[in-house]
């Protein structure tokens, strides 16, 4: 490998574009900063029951979610894997445990300080790996030069908030988030093409931020669990509850992974802008799950000071909305999807009210509901006329016959 070599923009029409070693490693930082931000979010529940609490989960959850997407795309659009890009992942990664530790102070103390250094600390890590783009690749060059302007300017800005009075902190970090989140239209007018990136590629890095986030559930469920035989409390509720997780969870998995996604980006690189964003909802959904599976056990017990419906709620709402939300990014790419528009909308609901049954069927019994509605959703997606549909991951890699070249899209980048 050699130490330094030109970033240039990647081929868009590459075949078998899948996720390199050093992606996955990077993936696999966001682990600790999602596992501590949903612990922390969970408790804080059990011990006040104080919803407001989840304006502190999707601030945090935003900064590691633009953190690790930015990367993403930027890993999509150039070809590059020289010392010098592995040093500056290694710095963005940094970030990203900084930012992971400090979750605590911003949930108990409102002390943002460790968080946005850490969040700091993974830009530079990202600016360092984009200003080679500048020099190196004279088509792309206008818009790499532009998204250094933006993120620069946005990083100081964020270091400036933390000075500002604490009742002007919430309308400073809503400020910044639509800065940010405009940069990327913005820079991408600097080029008639924008920046390319392989739908496959992109296709297959978000199924895997899934995947993790369905690890982060499956760790929160068991450590409640591991908590409750810790304290000699099993029972039945405690059993019924393991497998309703676990069947929760498997059916969030096939509902997600049954949708072509690499394919369908392909046709509709123009609308991959609202597809990207629309997975923040998709991401932090799931991440709310794994708290709402912590809370369902902690119920189960030990006394807390959620409500039966609050309980319940915090499971089953992220569920609908993670439904809804899947159902809207794929309906955004304008293609059919594996179950009926119906059979998603009427499990949304059902599931959103299922929580009205925890003060007389328990947390856990709704949990139970949830569950088997779930099931009915993978039903109705395997056998839609009678053919088995299974979810895969070859949609992820690109045949070795391109098809008709759409490097000409317009590709508004993330």
């Known amino acids: 490998m050699p130490a330094l070599r030109p970033m240039r923009a990647r081929d868009v029409d590459e075949a078998h574009r899948g996720s390199t070693p050093l992606e996955a490693l990077f993936d696999l930082t ?67 445990l900084v930012l992971a530790a400090g979750v605590p102070a911003a949930f108990n103390d409102r002390d943002w300080l460790p968080v946005t250094i850490g969040y700091v600390i993974s830009r530079i890590g990202l600016l360092t790996a984009i200003v080679r783009a500048i020099r190196d690749d004279t088509e792309t060059g206008p818009i790499a030069r532009r998204y250094v302007l933006g993120i620069g300017v946005v990083m100081a800005l964020w270091l400036l908030r933390l000075l500002l009075p604490h009742e002007l902190l919430t309308a400073g970090f809503v400020l910044l988030v639509v800065i940010e989140m405009a940069i990327p239209a913005w820079a991408d007018r600097a080029a008639p093409a924008g920046i390319r990136f392989h739908a496959h590629h992109i296709a297959e890095r978000h199924g895997l931020f899934s995947l993790i986030l369905l690890g982060e559930c499956v760790l929160a469920s068991a450590t409640a669990v591991r908590d409750a035989l810790t304290l000699a409390q099993v029972s039945g509720e405690l059993v019924i509850s393991g497998v309703s997780s676990l ?32 997975h923040y909802i998709v991401f932090v959904a799931l991440g709310l799950v794994g708290a709402g599976l912590d809370i369902a056990v902690d119920t189960v017990v030990e006394p807390v000071e959620a409500t039966p419906i609050l309980g319940a709620g915090m499971l089953a709402w992220p569920v609908a909305v993670f439904l809804l939300a899947n159902w809207t990014i794929h309906v955004i790419l304008h293609t059919p999807l594996a179950a009926p528009h119906w059979v998603t909308w009427s499990a949304s609901i059902l599931i959103a009210l299922s929580p009205l049954s925890a003060p007389f069927a328990s947390v856990i019994g709704a949990e139970v509901i949830v569950a088997v509605i779930l099931v009915a959703v993978v039903v109705a997606i395997v056998v839609p006329d009678g053919r088995p549909r299974l979810p895969s991951w070859r949609f992820f890699v690109r045949s070795s016959d391109p098809g008709p070249s759409t490097a000409g899209d317009a590709s508004p980048q993330r």
Do not use: C, K
């Open 30 to 96: 966001f682990v600790v900063a999602i596992s501590l931000l949903v612990a922390q979010f969970a408790e804080t529940i059990v011990e006040d029951g104080n919803l407001l609490h989840l304006l502190s989960f999707f601030a945090v959850f935003y900064l590691i979610w633009w953190a690790w997407t930015q990367s993403v795309w930027l890993a999509s659009a150039y070809d590059t894997d020289d010392v010098l890009y592995r040093i500056a992942t290694m710095v963005q990664m940094a970030g990203v």
């Open 247 to 278: 069947v929760i969870l498997f059916s969030l998995w096939w509902i997600y992974f049954s949708e072509p996604t690499g394919e369908r980006l392909e046709r509709s690189r123009h609308r991959s802008f609202f597809w990207a964003y629309g």
